[in-house]
């Protein structure tokens, strides 16, 4: 059984305590994050997607000093500007100055990669909990309704729920929250199962622990890893679906500058006002790429084994 | 084998019986009244409520939903709202066109994802390596619908050597656009998976041993290596065939593509209930079907994924 346990802890890798840490018997939570974090900085690209993330994080806090401009000042005379010195990244049609409503748009995708991966996040781990350490018609009820969520195309229900729920910020949240919580329910399901069975488990039990303080306090901390990188790859995943939703115009409602909403609106002058849609493209782009290169180093952080 | 089979199509059931149900309360809860869309402003209240009492809508959920699964099993998934003719009809004239236009992504997956991944993996740590990995981890950052605009800006306004919309006669040169940009994201997860399993198979040593009994290059890599490491690149671009089949909105819509995809986008814009679910459920059955036939080939090839999935339960 014991045998069993540890090539799951092995296949399932990123949740498990490097099995040398168990032997010398260093074990500790923090050791874990601190090796993670090591190696973590000495991934070229994983720092180059770190540094990018806190920087649109600052953009987005501080954009009323960043911005250039009221994002929603129109300038009648200045329409359809290509970029120069004055406007950096140009007008558009209603004489809006691009760059400033680039830098506030900024804002609307950190919030949305937050939230709404927050909320899945969090129904997962519950759902994921339930089933993985309760098993039995918890888990089969839990896992079906997954496997319908899984089936369901990304796209197609975020517009399903939009069209239900209106457009609007909050209902962007709940709608790719809701959406994704079923991966974060399998990814965590899969590690208690790997994990409950294991002495230091079995002793909590023993010394009567609660089945909520063992999930809390013993399997959380242990199952979190894997959790941790798949939020960070979803919160690009999210930013993109929420400029799809604005782009197709169910999304973030206009005066509010939102990347995919500046882009829909540019669909129209791409043959007059290119640039309309160069600069939200690119800062849709630079934004995931951050994420995305940050979970994959997070990914090799926290398991070298899976490198490559 | 055949226990394995069955026991996943018993699994399907629910999974589709779940999405009608899911699909059918989110669409009850718009308030809007079909028979008001149907008939449009300046319908009596008498019609209306005729209308509603003949569509069976004045009855509670439950009824309607009774109502709408028993019409499923003999194939109907009804009549739409706006264009006044059966759902069926709608999707069997545009579900083709998005068919072509998968099995185009498809092709330009298979043809450029697995070349790059090739190249990227026999010439590790070249030029030529660090190019793929580059673009491969920046296609995935970009957005389907700004990659579409920015071919249509470079392709169709600027060069004018591609259209930019539409499908026209259906020439192959209104499928270049569209399917580049439907595979781009896919193209670049093959890429990825041909790069690492073809890494992974030439370290073993009957690689080696092909080398030391005098095969050239090319034999060693197309003939012992390729076959292996292509397994898992196969079921990821059978997963992706059922993915793409219902990931065509953006593209559709960008490229005004008459598909399947914009068809449902419309009808959601449209408040048309019945084209919503009956379309989603269409999309949603492909890929569940596509799934599962994967999963049995995989099966065939691999004995120990049977066993596995029965003990495992999952």
Not at chain 1, 77 to 105: H, N
Not at chain 1, 242 to 262: D, N
Not at chain 2, 26 to 53: C, F, H, S, V, W
């Amino acid at each position: 059984m014991i045998m069993d346990d540890d090539k799951k802890v092995k296949k399932v890798g990123t949740a498990a305590i490097p099995d040398e840490l168990e032997i010398e018997g260093k074990y500790s939570r923090s050791s874990l994050y601190k090796d993670a974090w090591k190696r973590l900085k000495k991934n070229k690209l994983a720092m180059l997607g770190l540094g990018i993330v806190i920087f649109l994080v600052i953009l987005a806090i501080f954009a009323p000093l960043i911005a250039p401009y009221d994002p929603n000042a129109r300038v009648k005379e200045d329409s359809a500007l290509g970029p120069s010195s004055q406007y950096w990244f140009g007008t558009d049609l209603l004489g809006r100055d691009i760059l400033s409503r680039v830098v506030y748009g900024s804002r609307i995708s950190i919030e949305v990669g937050i939230v709404a991966v927050g909320i899945s996040v969090g129904l997962g781990l519950f759902f994921g909990a339930l089933s993985g350490y309760f098993g039995r018609w918890p888990d089969a009820v839990i896992m079906r309704v997954a496997d319908i969520f899984f089936a369901f195309p990304y796209i197609l229900g975020a517009i399903a729920i939009m069209t239900i729920l209106g457009s609007g910020i909050v209902n962007i949240f709940i709608a790719i929250g809701v959406l994704g919580w079923a991966y974060f329910a399998r990814i965590f399901r899969g590690s208690i199962l790997s994990i409950k069975n294991k002495e230091y488990i079995e002793a909590a039990r023993a010394l009567g622990a609660s089945n909520t303080r063992i999930i809390v306090k013993h399997i959380f901390p242990n199952a979190i890893a894997p959790i941790i990188v798949y939020a960070t790859m979803n919160v690009g995943t999210a930013i993109i679906v929420e400029a799809s939703l604005s782009f197709l115009g169910i999304g973030v409602q206009p005066p509010t500058p939102a990347w995919g909403k500046m882009l829909s609106e540019s669909l129209s002058f791409i043959d007059i006002a290119p640039w309309m849609m160069l600069f939200p493209g690119l800062a849709i782009v630079i934004t995931v790429l951050g994420f995305v290169l940050l979970g994959d180093g997070l990914r090799d952080a926290f398991d070298p084994k899976m490198k490559n | 084998m055949i226990y394995y089979i069955l026991r996943r199509l018993l699994q399907i059931i629910p999974v589709l019986l779940g999405i009608t149900i899911i699909l059918f309360v989110l669409m009850y809860i718009i308030p809007e009244d079909p028979a008001q869309l149907i008939l449009q402003k300046g319908a009596t209240e008498q019609a209306l409520a005729n209308l509603r009492a003949k569509m069976g809508i004045d009855k509670p959920v439950y009824v309607q939903y009774w109502r709408y699964v028993k019409q499923l099993a003999k194939g109907d998934l009804g009549q739409s709202y706006r264009y006044r003719r059966s759902v069926n009809s709608i999707l069997a004239e545009h579900y083709p066109n998005s068919v072509k236009l998968a099995l185009a992504a498809i092709f330009i997956e298979i043809v450029i994802g697995i070349f790059a991944g090739i190249i990227s993996a026999v010439k590790k740590y070249t030029f030529w390596d660090t190019l793929v990995t580059v673009s491969t981890t920046l296609a995935v950052c970009v957005p389907v619908f700004w990659l579409g605009m920015m071919m249509q800006v470079i392709f169709g306004l600027q060069l004018g050597v591609l259209p930019m919309s539409g499908m026209g006669d259906g020439s192959i040169r209104y499928y270049i656009l569209p399917a580049l940009t439907l595979a781009s994201v896919s193209t670049a997860y093959v890429a990825r998976m041909t790069r690492s399993s073809m890494l992974e198979v030439i370290s073993n040593d009957y690689i080696t041993t092909a080398y030391a009994k005098g095969l050239s290059f090319r034999a060693v890599i197309g003939k012992h290596a390729l076959k292996n490491a292509l397994i898992p690149v196969v079921t990821l671009i059978g997963l992706d065939l059922g993915a793409l089949m219902g990931g065509a909105i953006l593209t559709e819509t960008i490229f005004s593509w008459p598909g399947i995809g914009r068809v449902i986008y419309l009808a959601v814009l449209q408040r048309d209930a019945p084209v919503v679910i009956g379309g989603t459920l269409i999309l949603v059955l492909v890929f569940v079907f596509i799934n599962l036939i994967v999963d049995i080939v995989y099966a065939i090839l691999d004995p120990r994924i049977r066993y596995h999935k029965r003990e495992a339960n999952v």
